[in-house]
């Protein structure tokens, strides 16, 4: 009886181990990040402008946008625009497996500092996204006019 009892608490952790490799193999697969419709309103101020775009993750698993750079400007970072202020975003914005964050006026945008020389509409600004899990990945924003808005 001693005997068949180990038998069976032997089987039940291989079975039990082998149904967590088996979790392991076929778990979440990793992010999958894509940038679209960048683009930088005409800056009403000299030297100074807001980035936007969107961000989708295909894949299985979250990633976090951890920073945003330009070879273009002096200094850039990760902003929030509320009903009465801006305020910088600290330790990235999450972005979900199988989902989308927007960049978009009145919310997350990437404020753009020392932008040199002045661009004009049509030209392209280069912005450098660098994520926790996906690496960094490089998207040129299309100048627009300051009262562009982006087909919904």
């Known amino acids: 009886m001693r ?5 069976c608490a032997v089987f ?33 101020t000299p030297g100074m402008a807001a980035a936007y775009f969107d961000i989708s993750n295909s894949g299985g ?12 400007v002096q200094s850039s970072e990760l902003d929030q625009s509320t009903a009465t202020s801006m305020v910088t975003i ?8 199988h989902g989308s964050v927007a960049f978009a006026r009145d919310g997350r945008h990437v404020m753009l500092m020392g932008l040199a ?11 450098q996204l660098t994520f926790q899990h996906s690496g960094t990945i490089t998207v040129q924003a299309t100048v627009e006019p300051l009262t562009y808005q982006p087909a919904s």
């Not at 005997?3 to 038998?7: E, K, M, P, T, V």
């Not at 951890?66 to 273009?72: G, I, N, V």
């Open 117 to 127: 020389p002045a661009p004009r509409v049509g030209q392209h600004v280069e912005l």
């Open 90 to 97: 600290t330790g990235g914005v999450a972005v979900p497996a």
């Open 3 to 7: 005997r068949a009892a180990l038998a």
């Open 12 to 44: 039940a952790a291989v079975l039990g181990g082998g149904l967590a490799v088996g979790a392991d193999l076929h778990g979440s697969s990793p992010a999958r990040i894509t940038v679209s419709g960048a683009y930088i309103p005409m800056p009403a």
């Open 61 to 72: 698993s979250a990633d976090r946008l951890l920073s945003a750079r330009s070879p273009q």
